[in-house]
């Protein structure tokens, strides 16, 4: 019996086609790029204001325990942490706040690179666990001020450090001349800030300097981790 002969191509794919074919994927992939990218943004910038949201209601709880006052207005002689804000231990007020916290992960920014998350809120919980500033001067006397945020901030163009940072309305005739920005380390050069009314919003340059100026405070002060 002879041997049965097929006349049909094989079905496998040339190197053409496979060329083309991997053409048209990456052309996908490079279309599909951005949008994934601005997808993941969002999300990471929501998880940023959902972190603001849990420390804000910490320290709106901790505050209605202790006649209106927030941790950074309390004297550390009568249970706050007022005089280690104001040099810059932020970790201080954090670790009061602490059984109102789910964890200390909730202290740092999902965008943060330099920051690194702490296992507890023990002696060894410091500064270098924590991404978010302080709003010394928020009370309830002002619901537009400044209780937390994303602390990536900078003045004149420079990158500011750890401690104290004052930014006085009188630095500028407008807002629009005030000299702090972000930078770009985190959420694209935006950020998030919780203020006392219990709302976060994310701000922009122009819009973080406006709400500067509507606190109402001639200088706003801001304890940097």
Partial sequence: ???RVSNKR????????????ILVLAVIVAIMMPALSAARRKNLNINCQNNLNEIGQAFGTWQADHNGKFPMQVS??????????????????????????????VLICPTENNQRTAMNFSSAFNNSNISY???FDANTNCPESFLCG???????SVSIKS??????????ANYYELPVDWTE?????????????????????????????????????????
């Fill in 1 to 3: 019996m002879k041997p």
């Fill in 10 to 21: 094989s079905a496998a794919l040339t190197l053409v086609e496979v060329m083309v074919v």
């Fill in 76 to 105: 550390v002689a009568s249970g706050g942490a007022m005089e280690m804000v104001a040099t810059g231990n932020v970790a201080a007020c954090f670790q009061l706040i602490s059984s109102r916290l789910t964890s200390p992960k």
């Fill in 133 to 135: 500033f302080v709003g």
């Fill in 150 to 156: 994303d602390d990536n901030f900078s003045v004149n």
């Fill in 163 to 172: 401690g104290m940072l004052e930014l006085s309305t009188n630095m500028a």
């Fill in 185 to 225: 380390a985190r959420h694209n050069k935006t950020g998030n800030i919780g203020f006392e009314d219990g709302s976060v919003r994310e701000t922009y340059f122009y819009s973080l300097r406006d709400y500067l100026f509507q606190t109402g405070f001639a200088t706003n002060r801001l304890a940097i981790p």
